[in-house]
């Protein structure tokens, strides 16, 4: 087989001049005797192959060359090689048996292609389906929804209707209502008037006369806080003397083994007669000792009556002792502006028999707050005395803990309460050291 440079392709045969397939021994022996002619064929053209097909299929099988021999040898009895003749074999018929394989190949490729193409359009085709059948579940159920919610818009309208005929009517009811409450407030105006000018002259009427009550009245409550007053200042001057008054308490610190001091000294009788007076009485008849300091303010420390644990007293049996003896609280919440809530100061909770020590200045706090107008003043609390010594031990009393209601988490308990150097001046008024005198004391007596 021979390829030109222009690609057609030639088949070359040899043929052996002068022999033929019995070539004796000697015709072996001198290849040279003999002459190899190659034999050319023109180049393939489609001439050539149309009558080459033509000649080939004329060929019967008995005919055609064993294709298994081809360009094959035999040994001979002797050892010497010996080529058999070229037998020229159609081309057609050795392509049809080299490129069977190749075609069986394509055509395996191509069944396998068009089952897996089938395969793949069936799956596909019933997913198609599937989502068909699916899609058109879904779109009866859309439509019935969407049925059922022009059901509802429908009933929505008519009972849409339905309210802006009830909303017309309310407006209309709500319009006779308006015009009716002005006609009442119109005639509730008329009638209060009315009543304002009857009651008007009727209080103006009466008038005269609770005014000439008020004054009597306040003349009478002037004149039972003035015997209070003198009667506390005497009572207080005959018992204690004319002052100045002090007062000694004792209390048991929290974790301290021994006893701390400090002394009130109290207000002079000229200025708060009946407070001072019924302090002295308590602490006079011990009503103070085995009470306790209780509560711990920002402002304040406080003290009750309220009994240490180990009295075996309560609270309740505290207070009876002072109610038993009529001194648990003032008649009246005295007070003297120059004696003011000022730090240090010592004054009643209220109307006792609770008292205090000012941490800072509470004139403002605990001082009168109403405008003077009123016949009683009940938010003001009496302020009486002032520590004098042992202040030390009053800010140890403050800086105690509390919880967040300012209850001391251990009271302080007041061991006892005593009045200090108590003198007593029997020599008469003019001997008295006050601007009260000459009501409290007659000359000659």
């Known amino acids: 087989m021979l390829r030109h440079r222009n690609g057609a392709v030639q088949e070359m045969l040899y043929v052996t001049q002068g022999c033929d397939d019995e070539c004796d021994s000697s015709a072996e022996d001198s290849p040279s005797s003999s002459t190899r002619i190659p034999l050319t064929r023109p180049p393939r053209t489609r001439a050539w192959s149309d009558s080459y097909h033509s000649q080939a299929r004329q060929v019967s099988p008995s005919q055609s060359p064993d294709l298994s021999r081809r360009r094959k040898f035999e040994r001979k009895s002797s050892d010497k090689m010996k080529y058999r003749p070229v037998t020229p074999v159609p081309m057609e018929i050795h392509s049809e048996k080299s490129k069977r394989p190749f075609v069986h190949f394509v055509t395996a490729i191509v069944v396998l292609m068009t089952a897996i193409t089938f395969l793949r359009t069936s799956y596909m085709q019933r997913n198609i389906n599937n989502v068909i059948n699916h899609s058109g579940s879904q779109v009866h159920i859309l439509q019935s929804s969407i049925a059922a919610m022009n059901e509802d818009l429908e009933q929505n309208r008519r009972r849409m209707k339905e309210l802006q005929i009830l909303n017309d009517d309310l407006i209309r009811h709500n319009e006779g209502l308006s015009h009716t409450s002005r006609s009442l ?11 304002i000018f009857r009651e008007n002259e009727a209080y103006q009427s009466k008038l005269p006369s609770m005014r000439k009550k008020e004054t009597i009245l306040s003349k009478k409550v002037n004149a039972l806080v003035d015997k209070i007053q003198r009667d506390s200042y005497r009572d207080a ?3 204690f003397g004319p002052g100045p008054h002090r007062v000694q308490f004792t209390v048991e610190l929290p974790g301290f083994s021994k006893y701390h001091t400090f002394v009130v000294e109290l207000a002079p009788l000229s200025k708060m007669p009946h407070s001072v007076h019924l302090f002295l009485d308590q602490v006079y008849h011990d009503l103070w000792d085995d009470c306790s300091f209780v509560f711990n303010a920002p402002h304040v420390i406080q003290a009750g009556a309220f009994p ?4 075996g007293k309560s609270y309740e049996d505290k207070m009876d002792e002072f109610d038993e003896m009529g001194l648990s609280t003032v008649h009246f919440q005295e007070y003297n502006e120059e004696y003011p809530h000022k730090q240090w100061t010592v004054g009643f909770a209220d109307t006792g028999p609770d008292f205090y020590i000012n941490m800072q200045d509470n004139s403002e706090k605990h001082g009168p707050r109403s405008k003077g107008d009123e016949l009683f003043d009940e938010t003001v609390d009496p302020c009486f005395g002032e520590i004098i010594q042992g202040r030390k031990t009053i800010e140890m009393i ?11 988490e251990n009271p302080v308990h007041i061991v006892e309460a005593r009045i200090m150097d108590i003198e007593t001046d029997r020599r008469g008024a003019e001997f008295a050291p006050h601007d009260m005198k000459n009501k409290h004391f007659v000359a000659g007596r």
């Open 185 to 195: 407030d119109s005639e509730l105006q008329r009638r209060k008037a009315e009543f």
């Open 237 to 239: 001057y005959e018992r």
């Open 308 to 311: 240490i644990s180990k009295s």
């Open 398 to 408: 403050y800086s105690l803990p509390a919880d967040r209601d300012f209850v001391l």
